[in-house]
């Protein structure tokens, strides 16, 4: 034990005995030793002491100078009638020489009470218990930022829901010998999340996230690069999201074999979307509005199958444009109109061009092709009502009629169209030109790599 310091050197040992032999009570002298010693003296560390060091308890300590005396000098310990002046006198000065002394003291030291002592299960109940506490904490914080998210977010439909209809596009005065046109984008059957191996459509194809997010952004290039024509002036662009944008998991394989799951891959282009219209306005200077027309298509549902009369409230697809007119909504080139039902319809140059995902129109194999069904339904649909172009998507086979536009995949060629005995064609989306005197101006495909 050597080299250890200790306080109780044998200075401080007398002081303490001092202390004790000063005083009758235990409370007031381990208070007295405290004041001179300049540390805390409890009595279980003084009675350890005066026994180690002099082998003594230290109840046969206390008051032995005040015993020792005579009686007559100990005027408090007289009755008080037995007291002469002089010695009611020296009474007066003890007390209040006792009274100053015990104005300087600390506080008396209680007796520690014993400390109960820790057993693993404590331990362990008090490490479950911070735990606990810090995963409320977390849930708590995680609950009010959704809470904030999804007020934000209902304030953004309320607002939506309460703004004007947006207004035709119309033509302006001539600039020159330009003639004005609305470049119209059409986008759909992205099918971004679905996996296609090369091995299972005889090495025609292959398909995953990293192709999808790279023809996406080559989208936003193609649109900049066809509105180069010099023979238009364009203040005015579309682009036409007609649905399919994700597979979703309406059949049991797309559950084994998709790369996200539906809300996953709702996250996935949200983002995506994003950046391909920013980067569209970024590259378009020119451009002062930009109609992003928003139709659902049948794989973004969340029903076993089409509800009719309740098909935008049951889809993915509906949710997923409203996120995104909400993060647009900082730029005002941004027009969205978003699909209530099956059809949305926008006016341009006094025509109107009607946009869907085509999933309504049935094609059973026939001779004619897909056409010839989608004519007679369009027939029966619009009877009385001047539609100058409809374009629609579904069906991944890029055909323009003139007065029908069907669009092309980006996934390109599936298992499922192979199943079906479908011609091969090469991923692409469709692009046209809509002229203010002559209407469709020019039609081209988007080819993506």
Not at 213 to 242: N, P
Not at 369 to 392: D, L, V, W
Request: charge should be neutral; glycine fraction near 6%; charged fraction near 25%.
């Amino acid at each position: 034990m050597s080299g250890i310091v200790t306080k109780w050197s044998p200075e401080n040992v007398a002081t303490l005995i001092s202390c004790l032999r000063r005083n009758v009570n235990e409370t007031t002298a381990m208070a007295e030793a405290s004041l001179l010693l300049g540390f805390e003296v409890t009595f279980p560390a003084a009675s350890k002491t005066i026994n180690r060091h002099c082998n003594m308890r230290l109840s046969q300590l206390l008051g032995q100078d005040i015993k020792s005396q005579p009686p007559k000098h100990d005027p408090s310990t007289r009755p008080l009638d037995d007291l002469d002046p002089e010695s009611l006198a020296e009474l007066a000065a003890f007390r209040s020489t006792q009274a100053a002394r015990a104005s300087q003291l600390p506080p008396a030291f209680a007796k520690p009470e014993p400390k109960k002592e820790r057993t693993s299960d404590d331990d362990l109940a008090e490490h479950r218990s911070k735990v606990r506490i810090s995963e409320l904490e977390d849930a708590k914080k995680r609950l009010l930022k959704d809470i904030a998210d999804k007020n934000e977010q209902i304030l953004i439909l309320q607002e939506l829901r309460r703004s004007k209809p947006l207004g035709p596009i119309v033509a302006v005065p001539k600039a020159g010998k330009q003639r004005q046109g609305v470049p119209v984008m059409v986008c759909s059957d992205w099918h971004v999340e679905e996996s296609i191996d090369p091995k299972t459509v005889n090495g025609l194809n292959e398909y995953n996230l990293d192709i999808a997010a790279r023809c996406i952004d080559q989208m936003a290039d193609a649109f900049e690069w066809l509105l180069r024509d010099q023979r238009f002036d364009c203040r005015t662009g579309i682009v036409a999201l007609l649905g399919d944008l994700l597979s979703g998991y309406i059949h049991e394989e797309l559950q084994e074999k998709n790369f996200l799951s539906p809300p996953q891959a709702i996250i996935w282009l949200l983002e995506h979307l994003e950046k391909m219209l920013r980067k569209i306005a970024a590259l378009c200077p020119n451009l002062d509005r930009i109609i992003v027309a928003c139709c659902d298509g049948n794989h973004g549902r969340n029903t076993h199958k089409i509800r009719v009369s309740t098909r935008t409230a049951n889809s993915l697809e509906w949710m997923l444009y409203h996120a995104l007119a909400g993060k647009m909504a900082d730029d005002p080139r941004f027009e969205f109109r978003i699909a209530e039902g099956q059809w949305l319809f926008v006016d341009v140059f006094g025509d109107t061009i009607a946009f869907t995902h085509g999933d309504s129109f049935q094609y059973g194999g026939g001779v004619g092709g897909i056409t010839i069904p989608i004519r007679r339904g369009i027939a029966r649909e619009f009877q009385g009502r001047k539609i100058k172009k409809f374009c629609m998507g579904h069906f991944h086979q890029r055909t323009d009629l003139g007065d029908i536009l069907i669009n092309g995949s980006m996934i390109g060629y599936s298992p499922y169209a192979m199943r079906v005995h479908a011609p091969y064609e090469q991923r692409q989306q469709a692009w046209f030109m809509w002229d203010s005197e002559r209407g469709q101006a020019a039609s081209n495909p988007i080819w993506l790599t």
